[in-house]
């Protein structure tokens, strides 16, 4: 159980690290922040992910993309539907649902994400931990912190860093306790998506 909490945690350092030099210091991350469908950064940034979440727990647990649940009720569908929508109706820097690249990119943004930081790290820190607590906040703070690699966190004075690490803690707190109620990767993942759409552009 140690080790894979030490894994887990390089992979996320690992992942942190890059990201930060890709985003901020080569400064890939501002066209990936606008959704760029052109910026090679965004898609090789979520390629990374899956291919941590796929490869690590595969190798350490033998477990497949089969274990992370694909199944869910009508009854979660509707609750991941509406907590993303009334989230989204909050984002103003989302991805515009008027146009059909958008709603792609969002789908991927999300499962990438979603398969990271919480069928991975939510799940291992689950696994690893005895108090049901632990592996949600810890997962949500280190999804809050990832967000400081985001070229438009960044960009923020240092009060508005820690609202964005607030804020992306709070979310990834939702995202993880759907996950863990539900059982199903599908209900994060539906929240994550419906989030992230800009429902302002209408």
Same mark, same amino acid.
């Given at each position: 159980?140690?080790?894979?909490?030490?894994?887990?945690?390089?992979?996320?350092?690992?992942?942190?690290?890059?990201?930060?030099?890709?985003?901020?210091?080569?400064?890939?991350?501002?066209?990936?922040?606008?959704?760029? @469908?052109?910026?090679?950064?965004?898609?090789? =940034?979520?390629?990374?992910?899956?291919?941590?979440?796929?490869?690590?727990?595969?190798?350490?647990?033998?477990?497949?993309?089969?274990?992370?649940?694909?199944?869910?009720?009508? =009854?979660?569908?509707?609750?991941?539907?509406?907590?993303?929508?009334?989230?989204?109706?909050?984002?103003?820097?989302?991805?515009? @649902?008027?146009?059909?690249?958008?709603?792609?990119?969002?789908?991927?943004?999300?499962?990438?994400?979603?398969?990271?930081?919480?069928?991975?790290? &939510?799940?291992?820190?689950?696994?690893?931990?005895?108090?049901?607590?632990?592996?949600?906040?810890?997962?949500?703070?280190?999804?809050?912190?990832?967000?400081?690699?985001?070229?438009?966190?960044?960009?923020?004075?240092?009060?508005?860093?820690?609202?964005?690490?607030?804020?992306?803690?709070?979310?990834?707190?939702?995202?993880?306790?759907?996950?863990?109620?539900?059982?199903?990767?599908?209900? @994060?993942?539906?929240?994550? &998506?419906?989030?992230?759409?800009?429902?302002?552009?209408?």
């Amino acid at each position: 159980m140690k080790k894979d909490i030490i894994v887990a945690l390089a992979a996320y350092i690992t992942l942190f690290v890059i990201s930060f030099y890709m985003s901020i210091i080569l400064g890939l991350g501002k066209a990936e922040s606008h959704h760029d @469908p052109f910026s090679l950064w965004m898609y090789g =940034r979520r390629l990374i992910m899956i291919i941590c979440a796929i490869l690590i727990p595969l190798l350490t647990r033998k477990e497949t993309l089969a274990h992370i649940g694909w199944k869910t009720s009508i =009854r979660w569908v509707l609750i991941a539907t509406g907590v993303g929508i009334v989230m989204g109706f909050n984002n103003k820097g989302g991805f515009d @649902p008027t146009k059909p690249i958008a709603i792609v990119l969002a789908l991927f943004h999300a499962f990438a994400t979603e398969l990271f930081f919480r069928r991975y790290l &939510f799940k291992t820190f689950s696994v690893s931990f005895q108090n049901a607590w632990t592996p949600l906040l810890l997962s949500s703070f280190l999804y809050g912190c990832f967000y400081l690699t985001v070229w438009t966190t960044w960009a923020q004075p240092l009060g508005g860093k820690i609202a964005f690490v607030i804020l992306f803690t709070l979310l990834g707190s939702i995202f993880a306790y759907g996950y863990k109620k539900s059982g199903s990767f599908l209900v @994060p993942w539906m929240m994550h &998506f419906f989030a992230v759409l800009k429902y302002r552009a209408f």
